[in-house]
């Protein structure tokens, strides 16, 4: 899955095989060729396992992931690019409890 911001200077993308969110900015310098350049900056996040589904608040501050594998939510600082915090979904799949936990990442 990825998003690009309105102005196409931002982009996330969730990785599910390896349990990460990445962050891509648009950055001056380092392009080849001629006429203005620009480079993209990559920062990878760890989430949570099967990290997939992912959306951003309606302010564009946080970015909410989904992380099937392990039943959690993770909640991201976009411009910070890290964790704020991590949640257990309430939803039980079979053989799970229902309970929730949250798991402040200071």
Do not use: C, H
């Not at 998003?3 to 390896?18: E, F, H, Y």
């Not at 951003?56 to 992931?65: H, L, N, R, Y």
């Amino acid at each position: 899955m990825v998003w690009v911001t309105v102005d196409q200077k931002r982009l996330i993308t969730s990785n599910v095989a390896s349990a990460t969110m990445t962050i891509i900015e648009k950055s001056a310098g380092g392009g080849r060729g001629r006429g203005p350049q620009s480079d993209w900056a990559e920062t990878i996040v760890a989430v949570g396992r099967g990290a997939e589904g992912f959306d951003v608040s309606p302010d564009g501050k946080e970015i909410w992931a989904a992380n099937a594998q392990d039943g959690t939510i993770s909640i991201l600082d976009f411009a910070g690019k890290n964790i704020l915090t991590r949640a257990r979904s309430r939803m039980a799949w079979p053989g799970q409890s229902g309970s929730s936990y949250s798991e402040n990442a200071a």
